[in-house]
């Protein structure tokens, strides 16, 4: 097959231009009308007038045409006529009398009053010696005669015999530009024989033929997949990993049914290319499974050594559910976008609630439960509690002195987003929780410390979205286990479940607060209670010391959550356990979660970003 | 998109409809262009015998009564018709009238037709068949003109054909397979395959718009295929 497609290519390089040249004016030639191309809407179609009484008899005819081939009685312009054809040519004479009858201008203008018929009106007649461009078959003199209609209607009249030769206008100029590009007969603008189209034609056989026989090898199963089609229209997608060096791996959602090249593609992730996704030039190269088959192009354009590591043309193979894939350096853009802080709000003594407008909506759109990572600079960072309100002051004045975090080089901190991805595409929202000294004296957690700084103008740099974190396709319903700012990767799934574009799947969220003044966006799930049916949340305090007024559950969240799910009323096998918070809060979980019966797979952890 | 996945995309979707086309395009065009036009129009087959002129001393019936007995008629042409003065009228009503004695000779007998294709036609190949259409739909070949019409077919590779008025005697058209493969490579060219004449026809016009669409994703595509090749760093 290659030979076919550097026959193709080089016959493309060769004659594509005059290829398209072609289609272009046949186009044109198509799209225009031949009966007014050709002036044929303007012809007066009534019958001739009766030829005149009272003609010259054959008395006077046989001595004056003697050795005619031919004599034609017919009507002339403005009297009946014998029209003589003898081995010399032709000429007109009165048919009444036989004498001389010419066709000059004023009977020429006449001939075109009697064939035209169209809003102009014959105004000049000019006698030419034909061939010329516009009256190219046709050999003597000739009347041009001009009608002042739009069109500029020209009327050919022969000279001879009063004969309509042609009917031109602008329209047929037009077309007969294009008739000249369609023969390439660039002077005559009629010689279709000429050696250049003979040679252009031939080379154009070989283009078409190779692009035929291409057909039946550019096709794939996959480009008739009418069922992935259908689900690529609804928009449906399927989940994969996507690694890249340097980079975190995350989760990007393709269209099923297509290739990696194309479904990546659509994503925003470009991978780099010259032939598109045929499978030539190879270059669209990304890791997949070493056990994927590889393609005949993969053979060709990769080593040994890089089949065997999995290194797969991106275009040669079909997006799978769930497949681990690394995409070379360069493709997962990493640059960093830019935004400003719009908001901050306390929500909780240590957690802030920060709001950054995007100067530009991410390039690859976040899924619910993913993460940015904010860019922390170099330099030294003194964390800022000047506004704390004044109700949790005795809570930071517990903590002791605020001291400045060590100096240190810029570094990134992962902050998963609280808010569903299509509430705003150019606003990420963010809990923010100060991260105190593990012992007096020590320096505060510069990441943090910057993060809870940080205030309503401020500019900031971010990288992103990353995460895998989110529940799959296949639950039926979710459990979601969070503690402290573990809440924000939950909320954005809580929220996006519930929005238009959701799936309404009921959830169950348990959430451990220490105390009563820790429970985030506690108002706005009382009345998510309320207002959804599949939505439950209850919450436990651990501080047993505080909150006197609190009649919910007391204790740690995991062990409210045992209690709660192992009474049997809920079906667990069917459902996803989706834990985020504190390490110690996740491990707890995790192994009271194993205890129920349920197998890993549904269990899916975030242990940063608290 | 990229512009060049957009291109390869289009360019085979396109192509998958139009592909098949843009070939018989080509091979046609390949055709028309190859074989000179004279020879389509098969000027070779004509014999270069000067027409006869008209022989005066026979002509007997004068021209104005002929108009007088034919008055819806366009033209009256006095030629020499089979070694004979006639007159063709032309018009409404044609008819093929003896100048010698004034009555109407058509339709022209089949031996007068062998007689005048026999010396029309250049070279000396048999004549295979001579038929009268008499009525309705003429062959594709002959598809405008009006019946009753003489067809006279010549042995030959080429399959040579005459056609004769049956009305009036004129020599109507001459057709042959180099002209009929022309004939159907134009037919392909403008889609029109009733009337092989007719160019304002829709098919076309889609046609040629999605192989000018092709044409252009395609140039695109020889853009990118000739660009500077950078091997990817595989990782």
Redesign the interface.
Known sequence: MGAVRAIH?WF??IV??Q??I???S??A???L???QVRGADRIDGG??P??E???A??DI??PA???????????GPDASVYQVDG?EGVALHRAADASAYAITGERAMEVARNDYAGPGRPVAAERLDAPFLELRKHEGPVWRVDIDDARSTTLYVDALTGAVLERRNDIWRVFDVFWMLHTMDYVGRD????PL??IA??A??W???S??LM?FS??RGRDFDLISAVRRWRGETVPCTVR??GAEACTVRLAPGLSY??AL??TGL?????????GT?????L?LAPSRSPDKADLEH?SPA?IAGG?RLGCRHRVRAGTDL????GVLDDAPVSGQVCGVRYLAPFIKELRIRLDAPLGRAPMPGQYMQLAIPAGDVRPDASDVPECWRPRWSALGPVAVAAEGTSLRRSYSMAAAPHENPRELVMNIRIVPPAKDGAPWGRGSAYAFGLRAGDPVSLHGPYGRFGPSEDARSLVLIGGGSGMAPLRSIIRHEYSPSGRRRPILLFYGARTEDDILYRDEFDRLQIEQGAFEWVVALSDTEVSPCWTGARGFIHEVARAELSDGRRDLQSAEFLLCGPPALISASRSMVEGLGISRDAIRTEDFGV | MKPVTFFRKTHKWAMLVIGVQAVLWTLGGVYMTVIPLPVIHGNHLMAETPPAAIDWARVEIEPGLVALANPTAHAIRLTMVDGAPAYQVTGPRQALISAETGQVISPVREDAIRRMARADFAGDAEIRAVTLLETGPMPQEILSTRPPVWRVDFEGWNEPTFYYSAETGRFLSRRHNLWRGFDIAWMLHIMDYDERADMDNWLLRIATALGLFSAITGMGLVFYSFARRRRAEAA
Do not use: H, Y
Request: proline share 7%; aromatic share 8%.
């Open positions: 290519k493309g390089l594509g231009l290829m398209t072609w289609m272009l046949g186009f030639m198509a799209a009308n031949m009966g019958p001739p009766q030829i009484r009272g003609v008899g054959l005819l046989r045409f003697e050795g005619a081939v031919a004599v034609t009685l017919r009507p081995r010689n279709f024989n000429n189209v003979i034609g031939l154009a056989l283009l078409a033929l692009g035929f057909l550019s096709f890249a060096p090249f194309d593609s659509k470009d991978l780099p290319s010259n032939c598109g996704g045929a030039c190879g270059q669209c190269v890791e990769l890089e290194m690394t995409l070379p350096e």
